[in-house]
C-alpha cells in the first residue's frame, strides 16, 4: 500500500505569529514545508525605525524549533520598482494610494512564487486571514472565519494563477487560537505583538518619511466656503476624514468643533476642510472606480448587486455595480464617509470576493446641494 505524499510549499516567514503558526499546520498536514524570509526594503537596521533585523531572528528561531530550512532572498529591488515608486506618483497626483495591495500582487504573490517555483516549489503559504476555494467555475478567494482579522481586502488584486499556487492555512482560525497554538508549540512569537503599518516607516510619522522622497509643496487650506484658514506642507501628507495635523486650531466667531479634511483640489494645490465628524463634505453615495481587477479573470454581469469596502475592517455595504469591465460605477444604498481616492474598493458576494478597483472619484447625487461645486476629487 502506498500513501500519496504531499508537495512542497515554501511560506512566507516574517518573523510574527501569524506566519510561524502556518508554518506548523502545514507541517501537521503533511506538506514538506520550507521558509523563506523576504527583505523587501534596504534601510539601516542600526536606525532603529525598520524591524527587519529582530523579524529575521524570530523566523530563524521558528524554523529552528519547526526543524525547517530557511531560505533568504532581498526584494528590495522590486519592492522600490513595482510598490514603492508607484505609491510616489499616486501621492505626487494627491491621491493616497495602499501599498499593501501592491505589496501582495507584485511581491508575495508574483515575485515570491516565481522564486519559489525556480526552487522546484509550486506552492506558496502566507499567514493572511483569508481563504481559498476550488470550485467547476475556478478558484476563489473567500473570507477568513474571523471577520475581525479577515485580509481578504489587501489580496483582491490575486487572481486564478495565483489562488492555485498558494494556500492560506489561517482561513479558519481565531487570533487568539493562532497564539495559543504557537505557544503550546514552544514557538518565541507566541506574544509578539502584531506589526502595524509598514517595516520601512516604523516609528517615524509618515509625513517625516515620506518628506524624504517628496518635496514640500505648501498651498493654502481653506473652508467649504473658500475662507483661507491656515497653509499646509503638501496634499500628499492628507487624506480624506483626517484630523490631526492640520494646524488650525481654534478660530474666531467660530464655534470649537474639530476640523477635518474633506477634499483636495490638486490643480489648484487647495486642502479643503470643514467642522464636524459627519459633515456632508464627507460623505457620498457614488464612486467612480478603475484599475479594476477580478478574481474570475472576467467581469461580472453588469449592473450587479453586491456589498463593497472601501477601507480594511469595514462591514460590507450594500450597492450596484455598473458600467464597463474596466470601469466602474458604485452606487450605495447608504451615503459613505471619508471615500478615499487611489484607495481600493473591494466587491463581495456573500463570502467570496470578486475583486475590486482603484477609486478614482466620488460623487453625493442625492446632497449635491451639500457637497458643493465639481473639482477634481468629488462631483456635486
Known amino acids: 500500500m502506498t500513501t500519496h505524499r504531499k508537495p512542497g510549499v515554501i511560506v512566507g516567514m516574517s518573523g510574527g505569529v501569524d506566519s510561524s503558526v502556518a508554518a506548523l499546520l502545514l ?3 503533511g506538506y514538506a514545508v520550507e521558509g523563506l524570509f523576504m527583505k523587501n526594503w534596504e534601510e539601516d537596521d542600526d536606525s532603529g525605525h525598520c524591524a527587519a533585523a529582530r523579524d529575521l531572528a524570530d ?3 521558528v524554523c529552528e524549533r519547526l526543524g525547517i530550512r530557511l531560505h533568504r532572498i532581498n526584494f528590495s529591488f522590486e519592492y522600490w520598482e513595482s510598490v514603492f515608486s508607484r505609491c510616489l506618483d499616486e501621492f505626487r497626483a494627491g491621491r493616497t494610494p495602499n501599498p499593501d495591495v501592491l505589496c501582495n500582487r ?6 515570491f512564487l516565481e522564486h ?3 526552487l522546484g516549489v509550486e506552492l506558496v503559504a502566507t499567514g493572511h486571514y483569508a481563504g481559498i476555494e476550488n470550485t467547476a467555475a475556478g478558484w476563489h478567494l473567500v473570507k477568513a472565519r474571523d471577520e475581525a482579522k479577515d485580509q481578504s481586502y489587501f489580496l483582491y488584486m490575486l487572481g486564478q494563477r495565483q489562488l492555485a499556487s498558494a494556500l492560506f492555512p489561517l482561513t479558519n482560525y481565531q487570533k487568539r487560537e493562532v497564539r495559543a497554538l504557537a505557544e503550546q508549540a514552544g514557538l ?3 506574544d509578539k505583538k502584531d506589526s502595524t503599518g509598514l517595516c520601512f516607516i516604523g516609528e517615524r510619522r509618515f509625513s517625516d518619511f515620506l518628506a524624504r522622497f517628496l518635496p514640500a509643496q505648501p498651498g493654502d487650506v481653506v473652508d467649504t466656503d473658500g475662507r483661507k484658514l491656515g497653509a499646509h506642507r503638501g496634499l500628499m501628507f492628507y487624506t480624506q476624514g483626517q484630523r490631526q495635523g492640520l494646524g488650525i486650531g481654534g478660530r474666531r466667531g467660530m464655534p470649537e468643533t474639530p ?3 474633506v477634499d483636495k483640489i490638486p490643480d489648484a494645490n487647495r486642502l479643503i476642510v470643514a467642522q464636524g465628524h459627519d459633515h456632508a463634505r464627507l460623505f457620498s453615495n457614488t464612486l467612480t472606480a478603475g484599475q479594476l481587477h477580478w478574481v474570475a479573470g472576467e467581469a461580472p454581469a453588469l449592473p450587479q448587486q453586491c456589498t463593497a469596502k472601501i477601507r480594511y475592517r469595514q462591514q460590507g455595504q ?7 469591465p474596466t470601469r466602474l460605477q458604485v452606487s450605495f444604498e447608504q451615503p459613505q464617509r471619508a471615500a478615499t481616492p487611489g484607495q481600493s474598493v473591494v466587491f463581495y458576494r456573500d463570502n467570496r470576493c470578486l475583486g475590486g478597483g482603484i477609486i478614482e472619484q466620488r460623487s453625493n447625487t442625492r ?3 451639500a457637497v458643493g461645486p465639481r473639482h477634481s476629487g468629488v462631483a456635486a
Open 367 to 369: 446632497y449635491a446641494d
Open 106 to 111: 507584485e511581491i508575495k504573490f508574483k515575485a
Open 116 to 118: 519559489a517555483q525556480m
Open 59 to 61: 523566523a530563524t528561531a
Open 27 to 29: 507541517i501537521q498536514q
Open 318 to 324: 450594500a450597492c450596484v455595480l455598473d458600467g464597463t
Open 259 to 261: 476640523w477635518y479634511v
Open 188 to 190: 518565541v512569537t507566541h
